[in-house]
């Protein structure tokens, strides 16, 4: 608002009302801002200023009234074409909108009208950082940093733009620049450590390592992050060959965290290199590593259990018998899953079988796990325990019978044990019998109500049993709020919920509703990409620029994860299925002709189907009613205070309505909207060309 871009002027009166209004969007008061904008709009001679009515676009905008704002801010550009104030406003309209490139063209406007307006400068940067638009965001960022050279933000905006570009030595350059006229540094400055590691990242990824390793040795005292500090000496050393120098820093780095496993392997790759020159795996040294590390630090579980992998024959007996016992007495449930790795070896699962045999006869003879160890009985919890262990060895073997044995002998003397409870329904679950194993997570939920993970497991259970209801009051028992279990989920973007409901959907033969849920997951994914957005001015800001740069490869390739590649699998068969048997050509097609279905199968069909469709379609009334009762309890509890936010819409705005995605006009079209990310970011999963194949051949491409 530095310039005046009216057509007209505002009197003095009429300007300082409107600066209040600026005032008042700037605090988020947009009630307030709105009856200013309406002072000023209520006077004939100024009902048109473009200005003003841009602003009470922007101000209705934020109070979620989105096609009136619209309107005014279109009034306002018309009125006033040549005020960048309004160019700005009308990018911010398409920003809330996610309409980025559109926003980006009505900043551009906006600086052929005022090329040194600041605000438009960053937020114009901001859209072409979420956009990818390095080669732009360079030229705008050098264009803040000439407007502004001593801010902080300007220097490292345009450092790590170049850095993202691949030009690394003209990032090191500006960073430089910008240390040198830095005044003198407080003691443990967080902001300038981060600084000075971001730099040591930018030299490692330009290849230049001894140059990464002198600057981290020159301001280590200045570096506050020591663990970050280490572990790329480390991993610096052992590029460089200093093999003595990366076993010290990987020492200690162990001696600070024992139970991590990059650091134990940094250790062991040096201690390689060490022995051969290389830093290939070696399992005579690395076994010897983890054998050091167990003497400096007996209670390292990891190392001791990592050992395992290297060991054979009656030595690898000896350290699994150590390693078993101390847990078995203990009481540790997971104990099982830890040891699964080592049982694809044949070896190693007789030894493990042995050991069992073992415990178990040791046991029952002399109430001990070992009679050579001690003549004193065990504690009653280690042959619970040593149950336990026996139950999921025969579930991994697929006894089912056995395990099932074990656990109903020990659930007489110990009914209250939840732990059992718990490996009874993974055993029917694994045996393919999920209605019987929702009933028993069912039954353990009930003895611990307040164990999330149990419950979490039983949820899960019963989804995948067709439970569809019971599933959805039992994950209400740990959501918050007033809106409905569904929907908290959904909100916390609770993806295996979405993901397995939509499943037991289309098993039931409910492909709209099934539809609607993996459409829910490609919107969170969405809203993934979306949250990046405040973050391109904090990032710079606070100087988090190593995460800053991370977050940002993450979002690149975040269709990558294995929760999208099972929605989007799910969402193209069933759209292959709409399109090979359309719905409406099974409810109005004659007898005899449903694709090789006897009569009466066909009327089952779609009988079944009719059902299907009046459930979904009350249940979609029910949930327009809800939700249509909670906006309105919602709006009677609001104070007057209190404002809306244009980012966050209802979420009737963005309702999916079931029976339209089950009968879309072209279902092929609508599978490679899901399709397409496969290819581009899973190239190595053949699953992605199966489908990719089903798709386009239907397709004639």
């Given at each position: 608002m530095s310039k005046q871009a009216s057509t007209y002027t505002l009197p003095p009166k009429e300007l300082s009302i409107f600066k209040r209004v600026v005032k008042y969007y700037d605090q988020k008061q947009y009630k307030n801002g709105l009856k200013y904008?309406?002072?000023?709009?209520?006077?004939?001679?100024?009902?048109?200023?473009?200005?003003?009515?841009?602003?009470?676009?922007?101000?209705?905008?934020?109070?979620?009234?989105?096609?009136?704002?619209?309107?005014?801010?279109?009034?306002?550009?018309?009125?006033?074409?040549?005020?960048?104030?309004?160019?700005?406003?009308?990018?911010?309209?398409?920003?809330?909108?996610?309409?980025?490139?559109?926003?980006?063209?009505?900043?551009?406007?906006?600086?052929k009208l005022d090329n040194e307006n600041l605000q438009v400068l960053r937020d114009l940067s901001v859209l072409q950082m979420q956009l990818r638009d390095y080669e732009g965001c360079r030229d705008i960022r050098y264009k803040l940093l000439l407007l502004r050279p001593s801010q902080k933000a300007s220097?490292?905006?345009?450092?790590?733009?170049?850095?993202?570009?691949?030009?690394?030595e003209i990032a090191l350059t500006v960073i430089n620049e910008f240390k040198k006229g830095q005044s003198e540094i407080?003691?443990?400055?967080?902001?300038?450590?981060?600084?000075?590691?971001?730099?040591?990242?930018?030299?490692?990824?330009?290849?230049?390592?001894?140059?990464?390793?002198?600057?981290?040795?020159?301001?280590?005292?200045?570096?506050?992050?020591?663990?970050?500090?280490?572990?790329m000496k480390a991993q610096l050393h052992l590029k460089l060959g200093q093999y003595e120098e990366a076993v010290e820093c990987s020492w200690s780095l162990i001696d600070r965290n024992q139970e991590n496993s990059l650091y134990l392997e940094l250790l062991a790759q040096a201690n390689t290199a060490l022995v051969s020159g290389i830093t290939d795996a070696n399992t005579e040294t690395t076994k010897k590593t983890y054998e050091s590390v167990i003497a400096r630090y007996p209670q390292s579980r990891l190392s001791r259990r990592l050992i395992l992998n290297y060991c054979s024959g009656d030595e690898f007996l000896q350290r699994l018998d150590a390693y078993l016992k101390p847990y078995i007495r203990k009481g540790v449930p997971p104990l099982f899953i830890q040891l699964v790795g080592l049982l694809n070896d044949s070896?190693?699962?007789?030894?493990?079988?042995?050991?069992?045999?073992?415990?178990?006869?040791?046991?029952?003879?002399?109430?001990?796990?070992?009679?050579?160890?001690?003549?004193?009985?065990?504690?009653?919890?280690?042959?619970?325990?040593?149950?336990?262990?026996?139950?999921?060895?025969?579930?991994?073997?697929?006894?089912?019978?056995?395990?099932?044995?074990?656990?109903?002998?020990?659930?007489?003397?110990?009914p209250t044990l939840v732990d059992f409870y718990v490996l009874k329904a993974d055993v029917f679950h694994d045996a393919g019998d999920n209605i019987t194993a929702s009933r028993w997570m069912e039954e353990a939920q009930s003895l611990d109500t307040a164990d999330r993970f149990i419950n979490a497991r039983c949820t899960k259970f019963m989804v995948e049993a067709h439970r569809l209801e019971d599933a959805t009051n039992m994950a209400s028992k740990f959501t918050r709020g007033n809106t409905s279990p569904k929907e908290y989920l959904s909100e916390m973007q609770c993806m295996w919920f979405l993901l397995d409901n939509a499943r037991a959907l289309k098993e039931m033969g409910r492909f709209g509703d099934a539809l609607k849920l993996c459409h829910e997951v490609q919107q969170h994914y969405r809203n993934i990409l979306d949250d990046q957005l405040d973050f391109h001015s904090y990032c710079l800001r606070k100087v988090t620029l190593r995460s800053y740069v991370e977050t940002l490869r993450l979002e690149d390739r975040l269709r990558d994860h294995q929760s999208y590649f099972d929605t989007a699998q799910l969402a193209v068969e069933i759209y292959l299925q709409l399109y090979s048997q359309p719905l409406d050509s099974i409810d109005e097609s004659p007898h005899g002709e449903n694709d090789g279905m006897s009569s009466s199968e066909a009327k089952k069909l779609r009988n079944k189907q009719r059902?299907?469709?009046?459930?979904?379609?009350?249940?979609?009334?029910?949930?327009?009613?809800?939700?249509?009762?909670?906006?309105?309890?919602?709006?009677?509890?609001?104070?007057?205070?209190?404002?809306?936010?244009?980012?966050?819409?209802?979420?009737?705005?963005?309702?999916?309505?079931?029976?339209?995605?089950?009968?879309?006009?072209?279902?092929?079209?609508?599978?490679?909207?899901?399709?397409?990310?496969?290819?581009?970011?899973?190239?190595?999963?053949?699953?992605?060309?199966?489908?990719?194949?089903e798709v386009y051949e239907r397709k004639r491409k």
């Open positions: 904008a309406k002072q000023i709009l209520s006077n004939p001679k100024f009902s048109e200023h473009g200005e003003t009515l841009a602003m009470k676009g922007i101000l209705l905008n934020c109070l979620g009234k989105k096609d009136e704002a619209r309107e005014y801010v279109k009034r306002g550009l018309k009125a006033n074409i040549t005020s960048f104030v309004c160019w700005h406003i009308y990018g911010l309209i398409h920003k809330s909108d996610h309409k980025y490139e559109e926003a980006i063209k009505c900043y551009l406007q906006a600086l220097w490292i905006g345009y450092a790590l733009i170049h850095h993202l570009l691949g030009n690394y407080p003691q443990f400055d967080y902001e300038h450590s981060e600084l000075l590691l971001y730099q040591a990242m930018i030299m490692l990824e330009a290849g230049k390592e001894n140059a990464a390793l002198e600057h981290l040795n020159q301001y280590s005292n200045e570096i506050v992050d020591k663990i970050s500090l280490l572990e070896e190693k699962l007789s030894a493990f079988e042995s050991l069992l045999t073992k415990y178990r006869n040791s046991m029952s003879a002399i109430g001990s796990l070992d009679a050579q160890e001690s003549n004193e009985k065990e504690a009653p919890t280690t042959d619970v325990w040593l149950n336990y262990l026996l139950a999921q060895y025969y579930n991994f073997k697929r006894k089912y019978q056995e395990a099932i044995e074990i656990i109903d002998s020990q659930l007489l003397s110990t059902k299907a469709a009046k459930r979904a379609e009350a249940e979609a009334a029910r949930a327009r009613a809800e939700q249509e009762r909670r906006e309105q309890a919602a709006r009677s509890r609001q104070p007057a205070s209190e404002e809306a936010n244009a980012d966050n819409p209802s979420m009737g705005e963005n309702d999916l309505d079931a029976n339209l995605l089950a009968r879309p006009e072209d279902p092929l079209e609508e599978a490679s909207k899901f399709l397409l990310p496969l290819l581009d970011l899973s190239p190595k999963i053949i699953e992605a060309y199966c489908l990719a194949f």
